[in-house]
Each structure stands twice: as structure tokens, then as C-alpha cells.
């Protein structure tokens, strides 16, 4: 995974087992891709093909919201020979990646504070459309009163996210699995989250993990300050699709190692077609919503993330739903 200064990251939270021991799991990881070399092939084949422009975020119908599709990060050793082509030196994998993604969660910055010339780099190795979403400090959500978090969120902004410019998309504010719906609490947390910045509109999402937040109080406060929350596909965490604001966030976390494609064809199809819907300004009726009413029908931008615990297959199956919506 990456280092916290150097690029972004999907590191384990506190609140989770400790992870297993590195050895034990570059064997499992070797394995997997062993099972699918066509997919090592297929990087290397795209490679060799520079003057293929890179991908545009998608646009579901004229009058829609962009799609953006991408993966948790770009520095991940076992990447290297699989998305990554063999011999790419990893001061180009971010280079890379923005030439096969449309966008990519900075995972890193939930552990640690970066620099600004981080951001400023970063931004400069992507292309043009392209955007990030940031993860906020989890110094600012780990806490038992949300409603004491001020400082903190003006500190995560000091670090310099804003330095990416318009490679910045939402910030992602994710809660712990053990923390509980407080409507008075949540709520004060919520007003604290700046709406804009030297003159610059900001974008919040919050990632919830217990079910107490599966109660229509819940998304009535979300729609009060017109912030989403992301819908979780996940084996434990609750999935709460009701659209509030204007752009939804999903992250999709079921993929599998053993599909070269992550996902089978069937349901990256499913996918591609939810996030159309989104962008179209609709609601997919086959995902989980908390409220029965619906929010407004206009058009969205929609930000999807690839993202599951092995996760060596997660590029392939955002590109394959790149591919789907063009």
C-alpha cells in the first residue's frame, strides 16, 4: 500500500483485526493473479498504445451528470505486472493510472496530513478532467462528540487539499463502524463542514457504517445541508441508496480477485446502468433506500469507486465500466 507522504492508500482502520502478516498475503495475492494472466496482458497491450487518449468522464445522455470511475489509490505493489505494465517506473504509476481512470480516491490523507506540493503534483500527472476525491482526517471523525471537530476541519484544509484545484472533487467523510446515529450530534457536524473556500464551492460526502443510521431522520438530515451519503456495496456494512444533493458516491466493494474483470460481466452491465440512471437524475429500484420519498429528479454527477479487500482486480473492473459507458 502506499506510504501516508507519498501518495494515497487503502490501509486497514484501528478499528479493524490487525492485518496479516506480508508474506502470507503477497502469496494470496500472487495467486490470484495467477489464475488470470490475461489480464497482465491486456496492460501491456494498452501500454503499448500511447496515442490512445485517455478516458473522458462519461456523460449518461445529453443533459446528464459526468460519471467518474476509478479505483482506492494508485501505489499498490501488486498492481506492477498486472495494471501496472512491467518495468513502468512507480514515479509514472499515478501518470498512468489517470490515463486509464477518470478519477481516484485519495485514501492516504484519512491517516495522515500530506503537504501541498503533494497536491500540486499530483494534479499535474493527471489529465485534464480528471478528479479526485479526497478521504477526510480521521482524527476528525474518530471522536466521541462530532460536535467538537472545528479545528480539525480547518486543520485537514490547511494541509493544502485545495492545491489540487480543479482536479478536486468530493471530500469523503468516513465514520467508524462502531459510531451511532446522534441526530443532534451528526448534525452539528454537519453545519461545521465549509460549503466554500476562497471563493471555491466544496463538495462533502459522509460514509456511515451502522445500521442506526438506517432511519429516515437520517436522510432528512442529510437533505437538510444537501450532503450525500455514499452507498456502501459491502458484505457488512449497511447500504443506504437515497440520493440527497446534487452528485451520488458509491463504492463498490464486492469484487472478486479470481474475475479478471473483478466483477462478472452480468453485474458490471447492472452497474454501468445504475450509474447512468444516477447521472440521469433517477433512482435504481433495486438498490436499498431508507425514505420512501423520493429527491428531485435532475441530472447528477455520480463518482464510483472500484474498491474490495484484495483489490488486485479492482482497475480492470473500473475500466471495464469505463468502457461500458462510453
Given amino acids: 500500500m502506499a506510504k501516508q507522504a507519498k501518495s494515497a492508500s487503502t490501509k486497514k482502520s484501528s478499528t479493524k483485526p490487525p492485518a496479516k502478516k506480508a508474506p502470507a498475503k503477497e502469496a ?3 495467486k490470484a493473479a495467477a489464475k488470470t494472466p490475461a489480464t497482465k496482458a491486456s496492460s501491456a497491450t494498452a501500454a503499448a498504445s500511447p496515442s490512445r487518449p485517455a478516458p473522458k468522464p462519461a456523460v449518461a445522455a445529453q443533459g446528464s451528470g459526468h460519471i467518474y470511475i476509478g479505483v482506492g489509490g494508485w501505489t499498490f505493489a501488486p498492481w506492477r505486472g498486472v ?27 484519512y491517516y495522515g496530513s500530506q503537504k501541498p506540493e503533494s497536491f ?3 494534479a499535474r500527472e493527471v489529465p485534464d478532467g480528471f478528479v479526485f476525491s479526497v478521504k477526510g ?15 480539525s476541519i480547518k486543520h485537514f484544509y490547511n494541509t493544502g487539499v485545495l492545491e489540487l484545484g480543479d482536479r478536486l472533487g468530493p471530500v469523503l467523510w468516513q465514520f467508524a463502524p462502531t459510531k451511532k446515529f446522534d441526530e443532534v450530534d451528526f448534525g452539528k457536524f454537519l453545519e461545521l463542514l465549509p460549503r466554500e473556500m476562497h471563493g471555491r464551492k466544496l463538495r462533502h460526502v459522509v460514509e456511515v457504517r451502522h445500521d442506526s443510521f438506517r432511519t429516515p ?3 432528512a438530515l442529510l437533505r437538510q445541508f444537501e450532503i450525500p451519503v455514499v452507498f456502501a456495496e459491502h458484505f457488512t456494512y449497511p447500504g443506504i441508496a437515497d440520493v440527497v444533493g446534487d452528485f451520488v458516491y458509491a463504492r463498490l466493494q464486492k469484487g472478486n480477485d479470481d474475475i479478471a474483470t473483478c466483477y462478472p460481466p452480468q453485474q458490471l452491465d447492472q452497474w454501468a446502468k445504475r450509474l447512468q440512471l444516477w447521472a440521469s437524475g433517477g433512482e435504481p429500484d433495486d438498490l436499498p433506500r431508507v425514505d420512501a420519498a423520493r429527491a428531485p429528479n435532475k441530472p447528477r454527477d455520480v463518482f464510483a ?8 482486480r479492482a482497475p480492470a473492473g473500473a475500466m471495464e465500466l469505463i468502457e461500458r459507458l462510453r
Fill in 28 to 30: 494470496v495475492v500472487k
Fill in 83 to 109: 495494471f501496472y505494465p512491467d518495468k513502468l517506473p512507480q514515479a509514472k504509476e499515478l501518470e498512468y493510472a489517470g490515463s486509464k481512470l477518470t478519477s481516484i480516491e485519495i485514501n492516504g490523507t
Fill in 120 to 122: 500540486r503534483k499530483w
Fill in 137 to 151: 482526517s480521521r482524527f476528525t471523525t474518530n471522536r466521541r462528540v462530532l460536535a467538537e471537530a472545528g479545528d
Fill in 217 to 219: 431522520a437520517f436522510i
Fill in 305 to 312: 469507486y472500484v474498491i474490495h479487500e484484495g483489490k488486485v
